[in-house]
């Protein structure tokens, strides 16, 4: 399905900048539907849409955690966080394990196959992502990337 994209001047107001932030905030989103899907297919999100690799990329990257330190990273809940750690616990690909700065704040960590999952995660992304975006340079694609940061950080500003 191909993008609608209105003509300039056509919205509420004239502003050229704001109409191309607009504009790229609905591509963005249309973008994550479809990454998304993609994810959900590869195995890298679960059914119900927590992302899995990205938790446990989050525990891979700075250790230990507690739920409402990764859900505070996420625009999502800390019940949903909790759901997506419960289920990976399940799996026995994290662990709680006891918090010495807090008595009922459990941490999570990875457990040894969660390190592995990680790991075969990380490889079907990087494989997956290594087949997309032929028409772009590596440049073009690391400056999107900083720009959708940029984008993101305002938001996240913006929403307190």
């Known amino acids: 399905m191909a993008s609608t994209r209105p003509k300039a001047g056509t919205g509420p107001t004239s502003d050229g900048k704001g109409e191309a932030v607009a504009a790229l905030m609905l591509e963005v989103a249309q973008c994550f539907f479809r990454i998304r899907a993609l994810g959900q297919k590869a195995g890298l999100i679960t059914s119900w ?7 446990m990329r989050s525990l891979a990257l700075m250790g230990p955690l507690t739920v409402p330190q990764i859900a505070e990273m996420r ?38 196959k969660g390190e592995a999952r990680y790991r075969e995660f990380n490889i079907r992304l990087l494989s997956i992502a290594s087949t997309m975006a032929g028409a772009l340079s590596e440049e073009e694609i690391r400056k999107a990337t900083e720009v959708v940061r940029q984008l993101s950080d305002d938001v996240k500003a913006r929403s307190g």
């Open 49 to 55: 849409g927590g992302g899995a690799f990205g938790f």
């Open 75 to 112: 625009p999502t809940s800390r019940q949903r966080m909790q759901r997506l750690a419960d289920e990976l616990a399940d799996e026995g690909l994290v662990k709680f394990v006891d918090n010495p700065k807090h008595r009922r704040s459990k941490l999570v960590r990875l457990t040894p």
